[in-house]
Structures are given as structure tokens and as C-alpha cells.
């Protein structure tokens, strides 16, 4: 039907076999301890092994599994050791990012080629070494951690809002290509979110949110089946709104709403 949840409904995480990549901060962080908290078996990755076993700690269905995502055979190993144990996943989240604020002139090409490695081409690497057991089993669930950074070129995102932008289109190519083979697809656009990340940015960020709160948004969109979870919505609907504005408009807007 035309308005209703473009994925299945996913009432209760308890008992789910949940994969959070980019677990050991931030919203991956939060989104381990309010699954964990729900009774979710999650698997939390992040190269920080002592960070994942603070977020970890108290909860037996945890299990820590340290994880370079720039590793392709780290991704392989890490995989086996899942479906050792638990005969595979029913949901992963990406969540790893990397992000420096750098206008266009200041782009250094290593540190870009760090920032596209992290919040794409591992992505890419992860899909692949989990796709073909969820197409076989025609079912599990792909959750993307994109930003409305990627919803139009922003001022300090030179790097980073593309490689959003990214993860956009390909949470649009994944959902064509799988949702009539039985997996669902969540693209999440956050705004503003206090992490180590955000607080690299040295100018006022609207609606700024705790990891908690963008938590609790992301399980929620993914419990009523949405494929876009973006937030808060007081922001993020500027934005849609923006995103439809001839250029010459939109760069008048925002040139004026950022000085």
C-alpha cells in the first residue's frame, strides 16, 4: 500500500542476532547498550577492544569481536567466527565513521582517502561478506548510518558529506535489489549528534541530540519498518525542504543561514 512501512515491522529486539559495527562510541555505542538492555544477542566491532568491553560490560548475550574495517580478511575471520556461534545474524548496522571538518581547499588526499575507506568502501567490503548467507536464508536486515551531510554539498563536509551522499544512493540501489528477495534496508540520516566526531566542529550546531536520543530514534524507525530514519525532524525537514529549491535559491539560503 502507498503509505504503508516499506520494511517488516520489527516489535522486540529480544533474542535478535544483531551485528554493530562501530560499537566502541557514539551512536554505535548507544545503540549496543539499548539492544543489549532489550535482550538482543549483539555482536559490538570496533578496532578499540577496551572500549567495546566497557559498553559490553554486564551483559552476557554481549560478545566483544575487535574489527579493523579496512581489513578485508578481518571482516571474513570475524564472519566465520559468527556463524560458528550463532549460525549467522538477523540485522547489521554500519556504523563506522571518520570525519574531519575541512573546507575544499584544505583536503589533504590521504586523510580523504582515510575518510572514503572508512564510511564506504568498508561498507562495501561488509556487504559482501554478508549478503550471500542473508540472500540464501531470504531474510536479515541492512542498516546504513549515512547523514544529512549526504543530503546536499555542505560547507566543512568536503569529504565527508560525499561519502554520505554515497551511502544514500546506496541504501536506494540495496532496497531495489532486496527487498523482493526477503531483507529489508534502513538508510539513517541523523543531524546533529554530540560524539567524538561532531565535537571537532568549531561553529553552533543546530538541534544538536545525545547519542541516547539518536539511539532510541534509530530503534525505533527499524521496530515500524521505515527505510528512511532521519532526525530530529525540526532539522532535518529544513533540509528536505532545501533539497528541493532551484540552486540559486538554495546556495542564497545557505550561504545566508551560515554566514
Known amino acids: 500500500m502507498m503509505w504503508s512501512a516499506l ?3 520489527l516489535p522486540v529486539l529480544q ?6 559495527v562501530g560499537a566502541s562510541s557514539g551512536i554505535g555505542a548507544a545503540l549496543a547498550r539499548q539492544a543489549l538492555a532489550e535482550g538482543a544477542q549483539v555482536i559490538l566491532s570496533a578496532r578499540r577492544q577496551s572500549a567495546l568491553e566497557t559498553v559490553a560490560a554486564g551483559h552476557p548475550q554481549a560478545w566483544v569481536m575487535p574489527l579493523d574495517v579496512l581489513d578485508p580478511q578481518a571482516w571474513t575471520a570475524a564472519y566465520a567466527s559468527i556463524k560458528a556461534r550463532w549460525d549467522g545474524i538477523d540485522l547489521i548496522v554500519f556504523c563506522a565513521a571518520d570525519y574531519r571538518p575541512e573546507r575544499s ?3 589533504a588526499p590521504q586523510q580523504a582517502w582515510q575518510t572514503l575507506q572508512v564510511n564506504l568502501a568498508s561498507v562495501y567490503t561488509g556487504l559482501a561478506t554478508v549478503l550471500p548467507d542473508m540472500l540464501a536464508k531470504g531474510q536479515g536486515g541492512i542498516g546504513l548510518i549515512a547523514s544529512v551531510a549526504g543530503y546536499m554539498g555542505l560547507p566543512n563536509a568536503t569529504v565527508y558529506g560525499p561519502s ?11 532496497y531495489t535489489d532486496l527487498h523482493g528477495k526477503g531483507l529489508a534496508v534502513y538508510l539513517v540520516n541523523p543531524g546533529f549528534v554530540k560524539t567524538g566526531l561532531t565535537a571537532k566542529n568549531d561553529f553552533s550546531m ?10 532510541r530514534e534509530i530503534w525505533q524507525g ?3 519498518g521505515r527505510f528512511e530514519i532521519h532526525f530530529p525532524r525540526r532539522f532535518t525537514r529544513v533540509l528536505k525542504v532545501l533539497q528541493l529549491l532551484p540552486y540559486r535559491w538554495r546556495f542564497a539560503l545557505l550561504s545566508r543561514l551560515l554566514g
Open 7 to 9: 520494511n517488516p515491522e
Open 105 to 107: 581547499w584544505e583536503v
Open 222 to 224: 527499524i521496530r515500524r
Open 206 to 215: 543546530p538541534a544538536l541530540q545525545t547519542p541516547e536520543q539518536a539511539a
Open 164 to 174: 554520505k551522499a554515497a551511502l544514500i544512493n546506496l541504501a536506494e540501489i540495496l
Open 15 to 20: 533474542g535478535k542476532r544483531v551485528w554493530l
